[in-house]
């Protein structure tokens, strides 16, 4: 289980995650209690950022702590726990990503990428704040944002989100989504192009 080590970072000791790993195989309740507090704002982060509502973000990180619980016996820790755990963020948000355009076509997702430059308001996808750090702005700026990133195929908006938002590597994003390197920047590229096509007409304050 070396490349626990290697795997994408984490503030957790390798012997810390090796008994964690050791107890959820072993049904222990208290380690499926630690695990949860050690993640779970990580996976409704996540989840928050890929898909449109609250209530969704919460029933998916449910699941994905169900599908913890009950897959553990197959993780073989040839990556890291907490890289397996964006792995099935990513999967329950896919699966309720296409049940929510099934149903859903019009509505759109949530992800702040605005910031503040020289006195100026402006959408920057290629921004690397934090979003804590930027200012939320006016709720037609919002919704031009969000209805922008709505049209961005899943695989984009996940790459976006990864880089971006929770500030993984290249490595490490095309780690957890288990593609090549270079599938990863051309993904993040093809999403920043995108979004900078669709939102580019679009003037603050307009109207």
Same mark, same amino acid.
């Given at each position: 289980?070396?490349?626990?080590?290697t795997s994408v970072r984490s503030?957790?000791?390798?012997?810390?995650v090796e008994s964690l790993v050791a107890g959820l195989k072993a049904?222990?309740?208290?380690?499926?209690? %630690?695990?949860?507090?050690?993640?779970?704002?990580?996976?409704?982060t996540l989840c928050c950022k890929l898909l449109s509502e609250r209530s969704d973000a919460m029933d998916v990180t449910? %699941?994905?702590?169900?599908?913890?619980?009950?897959? =553990?016996?197959?993780?073989?820790?040839?990556?890291?726990?907490?890289?397996?755990?964006y792995r099935?963020?990513?999967?329950?948000?896919?699966?309720?990503?296409?049940?929510?355009?099934r149903r859903f076509r019009n509505r759109t997702v949530s992800?702040?990428? =605005?910031? %503040?430059?020289?006195?100026?308001?402006?959408i920057d996808p290629m921004c690397p704040k934090p979003l804590a750090d930027?200012?939320?702005l006016s709720s037609e700026l919002q919704q031009a944002i969000n209805e922008g990133l709505g049209k961005l195929p899943f695989e984009q908006r996940a790459a976006l989100v990864l880089r971006d938002v929770q500030g993984l590597s290249y490595e490490e994003v095309a780690e957890?989504?288990?593609?090549?390197i270079g599938t990863v920047k051309s993904r993040i590229a093809r999403g920043r192009e995108r979004l900078r096509g669709l939102l580019q007409d679009f003037q603050p304050g307009r109207g």
């Open positions: 289980m070396g490349e626990l080590t503030n957790v000791s390798f012997e810390s049904q222990d309740e208290a380690a499926f209690a %630690e695990v949860f507090e050690l993640y779970k704002d990580m996976v409704y449910q %699941e994905v702590f169900l599908t913890l619980y009950r897959k =553990i016996g197959a993780f073989r820790g040839d990556c890291s726990l907490k890289t397996w755990l099935v963020t990513l999967n329950q948000a896919a699966n309720r990503n296409r049940w929510w355009r992800l702040n990428l =605005i910031v %503040e430059h020289e006195g100026e308001t402006r930027r200012e939320v957890v989504t288990a593609v090549q």
